[in-house]
């Protein structure tokens, strides 16, 4: 039986760009900073550390953590409400619970935040299992939540769709064949050499890539 893994934030929901957003809105109205796209990039489907690093230094140490993580949290909560499914997620979805596949999520967020949304869309009792942050000790790009989720659903072929960098490095050390569909804040990542990348969920030829 084949079975599917998906990312959660920027690839079956656009909540990158709502996080984008609020965090370059909060820099540059707080410390009058504009972040590099390449700093920005690397926190992308993993951990902010590298963010963090880069502003206490930008800002000589004046950079208040818990007042960023704090005001962005709250613009998310805020922005709840309006999120959408990905244009085109529901047919690469629909596809997936048709054809029979069994269906994991491997998110590096927190599932206090990502089963409201799921039960929002009606999707939540389609997943086989859904492993988040709260399930590793390391988050993408280590490969511990593809590995988890892999072997929940025991299957010998298994996709893995992403929108990271740092998310497909994980699929792929976890053995899984992954292809990529980016959105507006990860369109300019390179991707490693061989992983498919589709400019967005409907121009995913879907017999062929899951042929196998």
Do not use: C
Not at 57 to 79: I, K, P, R, Y
Request: no cysteine; proline share 5%; aromatic share 10%.
């Amino acid at each position: 039986m084949k079975a599917i893994i998906f990312d959660f934030d920027g690839t079956m929901i656009d909540t990158e760009n709502l996080w984008h957003d609020a965090t370059m809105k909060y820099v540059k109205e707080t410390y009058g900073i504009e972040v590099p796209a390449a700093i920005y990039e690397q926190i992308i489907g993993t951990t902010e550390e590298p963010l963090h690093h880069y502003l206490t230094e930008a800002t000589n140490g004046q950079f208040d953590v818990e007042a960023f993580t704090s005001h962005v949290s709250e613009e998310l909560s805020n922005g709840i409400l309006q999120l959408e499914l990905r244009p085109g997620f529901e047919r690469v979805f629909d596809y997936a619970v048709s054809d029979g596949f069994k269906i994991g999520l491997a998110t590096s967020s927190g599932r206090e935040w990502v089963e409201p949304i799921l039960k929002k869309f009606h999707l939540f009792s389609h997943f086989t299992t859904i492993q988040t942050a709260d399930d590793v000790k390391q988050i993408k790009p280590d490969p511990a939540l593809y590995l988890q989720a892999a072997a929940k659903l025991g299957s010998k072929h298994i996709y893995a769709v992403e929108d990271s960098l740092n998310g497909v490095i994980a699929a792929q050390k976890a053995g899984l064949k992954v292809l990529a569909v980016p959105n507006a804040a990860t369109a300019n990542i390179q991707f490693p050499e061989g992983v498919p990348v589709f400019p967005d969920f409907d121009s995913i030829p879907l017999e062929e890539v899951f042929a196998n």
